[in-house]
């Protein structure tokens, strides 16, 4: 069986009225991001802080 990005997808669903700060980044070819970082994400009852690691392009929600 053959995988594509498309089966690797992961979604992740936040409160709809959740507001994040800004972080741009882009990704090349192979799946990397040009630059790591983070950003987080206020709501009315939550806090999240969504972590984009440089090299393998993986994401990780605190």
């Avoid at 990704?27 to 009852?45: Q, V």
């Amino acid at each position: 069986m053959a995988w594509t990005a498309r089966d690797l997808a992961t979604r992740y669903d936040f409160p709809e009225k959740m507001a994040c700060t800004p972080l741009a980044f882009s990704y090349n070819g192979n799946g990397n991001i040009s630059k790591g970082g983070s950003t987080t994400c206020l709501g009315s009852r939550s806090e999240r802080r969504i972590v984009f690691q440089l090299g393998m392009g993986r994401v990780r929600i605190e």
